[in-house]
């Protein structure tokens, strides 16, 4: 057997948006059910890099399929400036559950902008109106790219508003998005506006402020994937019906974390982890919600759902690169 070597452009070409909405689907209910092992986050800092690693292992029983894998992700400050790197790098390795053989080694970036999108989908599909058109997005960075791609999957989106400090951000995203849907520049607060918001900033001190939401609005709280860091007022968080992703993860580094320490919101505060809308033990949005808020940290399973997605494709498409990493010769 050989590993298949999939690069960037391999796990873009082979995860369609609408599957991998599918998949991440799938991994929320099967992590809700019980039908998935996700040990916690581990970090290693790395703070004369002025960076971290970040090791996320996970296996999913989806019922007609399941997966394993880990990926391998970093956050480093510099690298942009000083070695014309990413500021976040990963690699994924996809492992059969059956055999533990590397099925795959996989582009972990592009994999971690399409779950992440994908996820946000998921949430915006359980809790924005049914009717929603128009999507604000705040941080014009290489994430906010598959919020408008997945989202306009699950909502009829017609108008974007993108709000960003570099204007060249917004000017790229526009350029790029321009002939598919209305864009247009603007502040937070128009960005806050719309039907559906996704914030997707590394900012500590929070930008959002209640009153610049509309009562029907629902949120993607994407940024926050660290300790202190925090794009919604404490009123906005509490005025809202309040969906997690994962509790260990979004009260120690999610949107959620800082008014979580400091007493302000407590377990009272949260309405449902997202796996518990999906299976239905849970509502999702209906008359009397308002506000909602998804708090996204980004899971492990999501990214072994998304691998799934790419390795079966790429294997039925017959593209990657396969080589061998295992010796064959069993003694």
Known sequence: ?????????????????????????????????GDAQMPAKSYIDLERYNGDFRSMPAYLDAGEWDAAGI??????????????LPTVLGTMIYSDPKNAFPLAIMDGTALTRLRTGAAAAVATDALAIEDATSLGIIGAGVQSYTQLEAIAEVRPIEKVVVSDLDEERV??????????????????????????????????????????????????????????????????????????????????SGEINVPWKEGVL???????????????????????????????TGLAIQDVATAHVVYEHATENNNGSPFDLVESDVQ
Request: net charge negative.
């Open 171 to 252: 000017a790229r995203f526009i350029e790029r998005f321009s002939d598919a849907f209305e864009v247009h520049p603007g502040s937070v607060a128009d960005a806050a506006a719309c039907d559906v918001l996704s914030t997707v900033t590394p900012v500590e001190d929070p930008i959002v402020e209640r009153k610049m939401v509309s009562e029907h609005t629902h949120i993607n709280a994407m940024g926050a994937d660290a300790e202190g860091k925090h794009e919604l007022t404490d009123q906005l968080l509490l005025d809202s019906t309040l969906v997690i992703d994962d509790f260990e993860q979004t009260t120690h």
């Open 1 to 33: 057997m050989q590993t298949l070597l999939l690069n960037h452009d391999a796990v873009e070409t082979n995860a369609k948006m609408p599957d991998v909405i599918g998949a991440v689907s799938d991994a929320f209910a099967a992590y809700e059910r």
């Open 266 to 296: 407590t377990r009272e505060d949260i309405h449902a982890a997202l796996g518990e809308i999906v299976v239905g033990k849970t509502n999702g949005r209906t008359a009397e919600t308002g506000i909602s808020v998804f708090d996204s």
């Open 71 to 84: 990926k391998w992700v970093n956050v480093h400050l510099d690298n942009v400036e000083q070695y014309d």
